[in-house]
Every structure is written in C-alpha cells, then in structure tokens.
C-alpha cells in the first residue's frame, strides 16, 4: 500500500503578507501564514503565547551593535554599545573609520570585532556595501551581499536582516536554539544538522522570519522548564 502524504494545511495569501515584519501585527501575519503551512507551529504558539517583535535600528548603527553583540551576553553588549556611543559621539561609519583602535578597546570591543566594524565601516564609506538595499534581494542573495565584508558571516548578516530590516523571510538554520527548538518541537530523535534545517526550513517560506522568531521564545519557555513539549 502507498503510503499518505501529510495534508497540506491552508495555503495563505501571499498577496496579502506584509513586505517586511516591522510591528507586532506584521509578524502575527506571517506567524497566522506559518502556522497555515505548517500546523505544527500552532502548538508551539500555543505554548509560547506573545512573540517578541524584538526590532533594532537599521542601518550601520544596528549592524554595529549586532556585531559587538558576537558570542556575549545582551547585558554585555548592552554595556559595551553605550560605552562606544559615548566613546564615539554618534555610531556611523565615518565616526568608525575616524577613530584610534584604542578607543574602541577601551569601550569593550575585541580586536576582531574592531577589524569587522572598520571593513564594513570602509566598504559603506565607499559605496561596495548599500545597507538599504538589502531589503529588496532575497534573503540568500542579501546574505551573500553582507558576508563579502571581511568577518561578517552568514549569523551575523542573517541576524541583521530579521531584526534591523524586518525581512520576512531569513531562517539562521545554524544557530543552536533554533535546532534544538525544532528538535523538540517536532520530536525528533536528534537535533538537525544545519543542513537538514535549511531543508526543511524551505516549506516554511516566505515565513521563515517568523518561525525564527517563534523557534527561539519556544526555546527560552523550554529553558526555564515552564512548559512540555509541544504536540499537535
């Protein structure tokens, strides 16, 4: 006997899906498309109730916080941005590109963050790096674009276009909480490669924003141990 295939849920109007995720009703939206392609999710919503918009300011002054935010905590970065804005007057790229190293270690910044922060300062001073436009590339071509700038990856870019420009599409399939998210949420004996999680990542376009979203409030409720498992 051949085996059934899941039925597909509602398929959603994409006519009607805002461009980008810049309020709270944008991303319920694109939660209510996810939730339509792939039923699962609604447990998971279920579980996890509001889902934080968690927006940051566009263009190089958000690509500079993300980037200080590297592999710290938020109240790190929280702290080490402020001390730079003070250091600096203003956050731009001429402010970076203008000043000593020394004042930018002083503030907290490593020196690899340093050497980032001046490559992409140079390469929006000179017009190789358009933040605006961003917006309007699909999120590979967007990705591809931002990692050309020495030590951007593709974490770092795909973090800016969700939550600096609100793309409605983009899904870090290599960041931890999102497979560990997935794991459970779709009882899977393992976690997902970051491979195996692009894959399946593809059914839940062009919502792939908000299921990050959702994925990682998911994961903060698992951590704190306040809910089980979702199930459909």
């Given at each position: ?17 805002p ?35 968690r ?61 980032t922060?001046r ?18 590339m ?17 974490w ?12 409605p ?24 490669t970051e ?5 399946r ?15 990682w ?5 698992l ?10």
């Amino acid at each position: 006997m051949a085996r059934q295939s899941r039925r597909p849920g509602p398929s959603p109007d994409l006519r009607r899906m805002p461009p980008v995720i810049a309020t709270s009703a944008d991303l319920d939206t694109h939660l209510a498309g996810l939730i339509a392609v792939e039923p699962q999710f609604g447990a998971v919503r279920a579980l996890v109730g509001e889902v934080d918009l968690r927006r940051i300011e566009p263009g190089f002054k958000g690509l500079f916080y993300i980037i200080t935010g590297q592999q710290i905590s938020a109240a790190a970065a929280r702290a080490i941005f402020a001390r730079c804005e003070t250091a600096l007057g203003s956050i731009s790229a001429a402010s970076v590109a203008g000043v000593e190293d020394l004042v930018l270690k002083t503030a907290g910044l490593s020196a690899p963050k340093i050497r980032t922060l001046r490559a992409a300062a140079a390469a929006i001073i000179t017009g190789e790096l358009v933040l605006d436009q961003l917006l309007d590339m699909e999120a590979e071509a967007a990705i591809a674009r931002l990692v050309t700038v020495k030590g951007i990856g593709p974490w770092t870019a795909e973090v800016y276009l969700l939550f600096a420009l609100g793309h409605p599409d983009v899904f870090p399939a290599g960041d931890l909480a999102l497979k560990e998210g997935v794991r459970v949420a779709f009882t899977l004996p393992e976690r997902p490669t970051e491979k195996a999680l692009v894959t399946r990542a593809q059914a839940w376009r062009p919502h792939r924003s908000a299921a990050a979203r959702l994925l990682w409030a998911y994961y903060a409720v698992l951590k704190r141990g306040d809910a089980t498992p979702a199930s459909a």
